[in-house]
C-alpha cells in the first residue's frame, strides 16, 4: 500500500511523484497532485496559536485552579482540576504539620503545573481567528 507521505525532495533535482498515483508533482508546489487531489497533510499543530489572548487569559484565570480549563472549553477537566485543588490545599496542610512547614511548597507547583498546561491546552469548540494576508 502506498504511502500518503510527502517525501521533501525539493532542490535535490530528483523527480517528486505523487504518493498515491505516481503522477510528477508541480515543483513549485509538492504539496498537492493536481491528476488525483492528493493533498499532503498539515504538520500536527501547524494552526496552533500558543501565546494568544485566550491563552494569557486562560493562565489568569488559573489561580482558581481549573477555571482556566472551563474558560478554554474543557469543562470537565476544569471541574476536577477545581475538586482536586481542595483536596491539594488540604494535602499541603497535612503535609505542613508533619513537615515543620515545608509541605506548603506543594501548593505553587501543583498551580504553576495547571498553568502551564493551560496555556499549551488546544481551545476546545473555538475556531482560531483567520490569519492576516
Known sequence: M?????TSLRGAGVAITCPLCDAPLDPENPNACTKCDWV?????????????????????LSIVPGLGHI???????GAIYMVGAVFAFLAC??????????????LPVYWVAIMIQVYWLEDKGITPPPKPS
Open 2 to 6: 502506498p504511502s500518503t507521505e510527502a
Open 40 to 60: 499532503a497533510k498539515p504538520p500536527p499543530h501547524a494552526e496552533a496559536h500558543h501565546g494568544s489572548f485566550r491563552d494569557r487569559a486562560a493562565v489568569a
Open 71 to 77: 474558560y478554554k472549553g474543557h469543562k470537565m477537566t
Open 93 to 106: 496542610f497535612v503535609a505542613a504539620t508533619f513537615t515543620a512547614g515545608f509541605g506548603m511548597l506543594l
